[in-house]
């Protein structure tokens, strides 16, 4: 006569023969003779976790810290978690206790309170040594808390608090610096526009006046030239037939007698070359 047993999924099944070990069941259906086997334990082969208590920790600057931690863990050999450790859950609890007081204890305060990830790895590391032969994988540890004495945490919440405001008035005086240079440099930049402005200006307007005065000086060297030639034109002969006159003139009022050639530009100014002939 056989009895059947089922082992459900994530376990396995334990089964000794007249109280030795026999084999390890899978998940699924099994059947085994009564009275000679029989089935005496089933492991979960999931993943665990364990909460270490919290317990007081004496640092290497003598300051008690009061630490916990959780352990995730899972089975990988049924058959020695079975037989290999009595009460596994109370075995890695201690050890995690035991470790956690030798690696604060070689540290002090400060490091504990900002070296948590060491912390963790190094106690996974440990752990994970030990329960080898235990048949379980210790996957992470993970510390919950570490706190110090209640006058240490007071000093230390006053000391972030002041941390703070000193960060935030250097927040506050890096932005106030940063507006000053900002409108320094805005200032900067109007000064150089108007600057340019009032430059660009003053060019054009001594580009204007040089304009002007170009086109004046080339009107009145043109109204010269224009005079010039007119001079040239009119003025030349006409003076030297005054000249003559004037000569001629004083030369008369001696009652002086000249001879003068009927071809002479003289009989022409005195009005004697248009008289009749015999005059």
Known sequence: MLFAYRVHQAEKGIVESWGKFKAVWDPGIHFLVPIRDSLVARVDMRENVIDVPPQGVISRDNVTVDVDAIIYYYVVDPKAVKYEIANFGYAISQLAQTNLRNLIGDMTLDETLTSRERINAALRTTLDEATDRWGVKVTRVELKRIDPP????????????????????????????????????????????IAEGEKQKAILTAEGERQATILMAEGE????????????QFFVGNAQVLKQLEVTQASLADNTKIVVSDQSKLINVLGLGERPAGT
């Not at 007071?154 to 960060?167: G, H, L, N, P």
Request: glycine share 2%; hydrophobic share 45%; aromatic share 2%.
């Open 150 to 193: 209640h006058d240490i945490a007071d000093a230390m919440s006053k000391q972030m608090k002041a941390e703070r405001e000193k960060r935030a008035t250097i927040l506050a005086a890096e932005a106030y610096r940063e507006k000053q240079i900002l409108e320094a440099e805005g200032d900067r930049q109007n000064t150089i526009l």
């Open 221 to 232: 060297a043109e109204a010269i030239q224009k005079v010039s030639a007119a001079a040239d």
